[in-house]
């Protein structure tokens, strides 16, 4: 299968061209966000290679008053740990055997298999698939309320064992942020801005040719800001004269239409999750002069090479002089950085207990994100009142429980650190009175 999208709508194409009419509504009118619904046409074209394979059609289980069976579910979970490209590259046949009980291995310990949080959302995925499909294409066309009853009450139960067929890692704990210690945060931001040649280099070893550009980029993402979000900005968006940065939604300064690797404002169209559209930033003195520095010693340059500008008004733009058309070139800068942190021993985890069974912290933009968020708590502290100005800093609704997360996060080490203190004064007084 292949997606496409055409005047508004997202379609879910079979390979012959026909469109799959229940999946391309049900991506349509249940998501706005493009990123979105990409991860959920994939969870839907695996869903469909089972049933394909399987023989499965929901309009005759119907019949039957039925949904998935329970060894169904169980082999259609083992599915979802295989990458999308391979199972669509597999024969029917195939399906059916890797699927079937006699699997040699469980499906997480396989070679190449994906991460548990990744089959858990799109099992996830898939039940809220079915819960449409059933309410949109069925109920409407069965006439006998025991018949409906008795099918409502098949895919609730499909549903449910669907969505807890795997373990997921719970995003919602505290111990899941992955936030570096403010203290080696810190010095990765000094050595960003006092010695960004060290950091920002080409394959070779040299000084990249958007250096400028990339330390501003980073320094941004110290201060918080989402990877997506930076290829967002407008030049007009950020105020040197008071400091001030506004994050919004700009994608329609674009040419053509967003594809699901353009930089967005995060949750920016969305009505069903809790991200503001638009916020206004206080920026630290030296991540204004690192902008300053790329706007007059690389931005300037690049467009005086051409007699038209072809910016678009964006703030950070290519080698080209135009705006940053995908995300890959943020996720490739910031892994080139981490390569460098990691050689210059600024990513030992050494006893970290937030990140196991590793010698080096796994370093993404994100990170700096969550670090971001973990040093505001701490300086700021945990009342509501913080909670407050955080939620506007990191672009949360008011109505957000993300800022609790680092709450718990910081009184979990808070606590920690008591009755590690406790714990050496105990110690000191045991040796005390033993002399004694």
């Known amino acids: 299968m292949r997606q ?5 709508n997202y379609l879910l194409l079979h390979d012959d061209g026909a469109i799959h009419y229940p999946f391309s509504k049900f991506l349509t009118h249940e998501y706005d966000n493009p990123h979105t619904r990409e991860l959920v046409s994939q969870s839907l074209r695996i869903l469909h290679r089972f049933f ?12 039957e008053r039925r949904c998935l069976t329970y060894d169904e579910i169980k082999s259609l979970a ?8 391979e199972v669509e590259l597999l024969t029917d046949a195939k399906v059916v055997m890797i699927t079937s009980a006699k699997a040699s291995k469980p499906p997480e310990d396989m070679i190449g298999a994906l991460e548990p949080n990744t089959a858990a959302k799109r099992l996830n995925h898939m039940a809220t698939y079915l819960k449409f499909y059933r309410e949109v294409f069925l109920d409407p066309h069965i006439k006998s309320e025991a018949w409906r009853s008795e099918l ?3 895919y609730d139960q499909t549903q449910d064992k669907l969505a807890s067929q795997v ?11 992955q936030s570096l210690p403010s203290q080696r945060f810190l010095e990765i931001i000094r050595t960003v801005v006092l010695a960004p040649e060290t950091l920002f280099v080409t394959v070779k070893g040299k000084p990249s040719a958007t250096l400028y550009r990339d330390r501003a980029m980073f320094l941004l993402g110290c201060e918080g800001l989402r990877p997506g979000a930076l290829g967002n900005l407008l030049r007009e968006d950020f105020r040197p004269a008071s400091g001030h940065l506004i994050i919004k939604d700009n994608r329609k300064r674009r040419l053509g239409r967003p594809t699901t690797g353009t930089p967005v404002q995060k949750g920016a169209d969305s009505k069903r999750i809790a991200y503001a559209s638009e916020t206004m930033i206080t920026l630290w003195p030296f991540t204004i002069k690192a902008i300053a520095d790329y706007l007059s010693q690389e931005r300037d340059l690049v467009l005086a090479k051409h007699l038209k500008s072809r910016s678009r008004g964006f703030l950070f733009l290519n080698e080209k002089g135009e705006p940053i058309k995908h995300r890959s070139t943020l996720t490739a800068m910031f892994n080139r950085v981490g390569k460098q942190l990691a050689q210059l021993g600024m990513l030992d985890i050494g006893n970290d207990p937030y990140f196991k069974n590793t010698d080096n912290y796994n370093f993404y933009g994100y990170v700096l994100r969550h670090s971001a968020a973990s040093l505001f708590i701490e300086l700021n502290g945990t009342d509501n ?17 993300q800022p609790l997360r680092y709450a718990a996060r910081a009184l979990s080490d808070q606590a920690n650190m008591t009755l590690m203190e406790f714990h050496e004064k105990l110690l000191s007084d045991a040796k005390t009175g033993r002399k004694e």
Do not use: N
């Open 78 to 85: 083992g599915l979802c740990y295989r990458p999308l490209g």
């Open 152 to 154: 409502i009450t098949a």
């Open 167 to 177: 373990a997921s890692t719970k995003q919602t704990h505290h111990w899941t942020i």
């Open 385 to 401: 009142a913080a909670l407050d100005r955080m939620k506007t800093r990191f672009g949360w609704t008011l109505q957000s429980t």
């Open 4 to 8: 496409v999208s055409a005047k508004g």
């Open 52 to 63: 394909t394979a399987h023989r499965i059609e929901l309009a005759v289980r119907a019949l």
